[in-house]
């Protein structure tokens, strides 16, 4: 039972958890946003009841969701401290955790949290109550964090779906840094690169393939939130990007010297490195087959594909669309599990007249 909960910053996340929270049975949530239009939207889309203030929306409450800018954590969990009960939780969902464990100062109500999902968006509007399933969901409980607290919030991640992992607040920053933090950094660094360059009078982002478009998925994400994460970790990450550069130079080296033996043995431990990362995401990552397929631009298309895979029972493991352009339609990528079943997937749709390439996910 997860009793009264209260959502403070009813954004893209806030709004998700209380979509999330309702769905798996919340007695009542109930929200506050210092922004009335982004309050106005959540209690529309039916994530929380909105609140006049921010000690109405904690008042009575069981548990206190704090998903507000990472800037803002610290002096917005202190706030909620003051106004909370004795026996209500405090939690938040911040990227970063040293700085608002450190602001918590103690309090045995407060147990930190994150979860590791989300969305290149913001805001109410894009926020659903699927976001955290299957997740991990960091939390930090301290020295002081009473039993029963720890056991209200780890119930209440564990009911919308996600999966709790307890670890230290300065571990977790570090670790952020390298899985999150370092990919964005590098996500924004790959297309201001390749978008302030001319090639011979080619612009290289209207001739890019697959590589540039994967790599820089997160890239231009919500900077009210990335400013606030990327300066909050700033010691953590400017660890992660020295290392990076001396790797880089390993590369450069390399490549001066024309090792190959390097580059080999180099790109072997990434895709043994890439093994272990799919392993996490699929049962047997090693037996992913990806077929490409060319689509035009046309309604009904992707549908018409999905229906005639699912009516051969073939199960689609995973699937991403690349839109090109109206002319030159897009490339559909499909996840499926075995050789056999993707010669199967590929013939199928060849003999609906379209041209599919297949390649297994981790080529060894
Ligand atoms: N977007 C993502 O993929 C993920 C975000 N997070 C974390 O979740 C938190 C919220 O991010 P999003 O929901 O994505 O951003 P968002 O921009 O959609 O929502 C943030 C909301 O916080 C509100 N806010 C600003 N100052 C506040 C204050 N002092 N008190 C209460 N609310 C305040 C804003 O008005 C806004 O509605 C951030 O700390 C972010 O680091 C964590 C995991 C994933
Ligand atoms: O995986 C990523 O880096 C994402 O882009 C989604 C995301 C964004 C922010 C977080 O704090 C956690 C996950």
Redesign the pocket.
């Known amino acids: 039972m997860l009793g009264r909960v209260a959502v403070?910053?009813?954004?893209?996340?806030?709004a998700s958890a209380g979509l999330a929270a309702r769905r798996a049975g919340a007695g009542r949530v109930s929200g506050?946003?210092?922004?009335g239009d982004?309050l106005r939207v959540a209690a529309e889309r039916g994530a929380v009841e909105a609140a006049g203030t921010?000690a109405e929306a904690v008042a009575g409450a069981d548990l206190v969701v704090?998903?507000?800018?990472?800037a803002?954590?610290p002096?917005?969990v202190r706030g909620v401290l003051d106004a909370a009960s004795q026996g209500c939780a405090v939690t938040?969902?911040?990227?970063?955790k040293s700085a608002v464990c450190a602001a918590a100062g103690g309090d045995g109500r407060f147990i930190g949290g994150?979860?590791?999902?989300?969305?290149e968006t913001?805001?109410?509007e894009r926020a659903s109550a699927e976001l955290f399933e299957g997740a991990t969901w960091f939390l930090t409980p301290a020295a002081g964090t009473g039993p029963g607290l720890l056991r209200r919030v780890h119930g209440f991640v564990t009911a919308l779906g996600a999966r709790p992992v307890a670890i230290d607040p300065d571990a977790h920053d570090r670790l952020v840094a390298l899985t999150s933090h370092l990919p964005h950094v590098l996500a924004n660094v790959l297309l201001n690169q390749a978008g302030a360059s001319r090639i011979d009078g080619h612009d290289p982002l209207q001739a890019a393939g697959g590589s540039l478009r994967d790599m820089t998925r997160v890239a231009g994400?919500?900077p009210?939130?990335w400013v606030?994460?990327f300066l909050d970790n700033r010691e953590a990450l400017a660890a992660a990007l020295g290392d990076q550069r001396r790797r880089l130079e390993q590369v450069e080296a390399a490549l001066a010297a024309g090792d190959a033996g390097f580059l080999a043995r180099w790109i072997a431990e990434a895709a043994g490195n890439r093994r272990r990362l799919l392993a996490t995401a699929y049962d047997d990552p090693g037996a992913l087959q990806r077929l490409r397929v060319h689509l035009p631009d046309r309604p009904g298309v992707l549908a018409g594909i999905f229906q005639a895979l699912g009516a051969e029972r073939i199960n689609v493991e995973d699937f991403e669309m690349e839109h090109l352009s109206t002319d030159r339609g897009g490339t559909l990528t499909i996840l499926v599990a075995g050789e056999r079943e993707a010669g199967r997937a590929a013939n199928l749709l060849e003999a609906q007249g379209y041209g599919v390439v297949v390649a297994p996910v981790i080529d060894e």
């Not at 704090?66 to 990472?70: G, K, S």
């Not at 994150?114 to 969305?119: D, K, M, R």
């Open positions: 403070v910053g009813t954004g893209l996340i806030g506050w946003d210092p922004d982004v921010l704090v998903a507000a800018p990472v803002e954590l002096a917005t938040d969902v911040g990227s970063t994150h979860p590791i999902c989300g969305a913001r805001g109410p994400a919500n009210r939130i606030d994460i």
